[in-house]
């Protein structure tokens, strides 16, 4: 029912930074990115809670990527710096319909009930 849409994409440089951003055409509760590699499985990147009190990251990017959302403009985003070449892959928003706890704040892709098409971030050594 409620349409993501992604964008920020793009080429970089090993050590650069790159900011993402996700819309959402409806009201959400609970937003997510997720990546997924070249013959990688989609994983669990950064999750931020309704009201952008909370967040969560994944090991491999805790101190690195920055989640943040503005719920006037249904928006949230995505801020990457120091990128490194496995970081690149393709970066999709995600977001609940209802509402959850902030001490349980979602990681899996079973808990995501919207999905965006994706961005590619490609990171050059």
């Known amino acids: 029912q409620v349409q993501l849409v992604e964008s920020g994409g793009g080429l970089v440089q090993a050590e650069d930074s790159l900011k993402l951003s996700c819309a959402a055409s409806g009201d959400v509760w609970a937003m997510a990115w997720f990546r997924q590699g070249k013959g990688k499985e989609r994983e669990f990147v950064a999750v931020?809670?309704?009201?952008?009190?909370?967040?969560k990251y994944a090991e491999s990017v805790k101190g690195r990527f920055t989640i943040s959302r503005d719920n006037a403009k249904r928006a949230m985003y995505l801020q990457m710096n120091d990128l490194k070449p496995e970081d690149a892959a393709t970066y999709y928003c995600?977001?609940?319909?209802?509402?959850?706890?902030?001490?349980?704040?979602?990681?899996?892709?079973?808990?995501?009930?919207?999905w965006g098409q994706g961005t590619q971030v490609t990171v050059s050594s």
């Open positions: 995600a977001a609940r319909k209802h509402r959850v706890m902030s001490s349980i704040l979602p990681t899996t892709i079973a808990e995501y009930d919207y």
């Open positions: 931020i809670s309704s009201f952008g009190t909370t967040t």
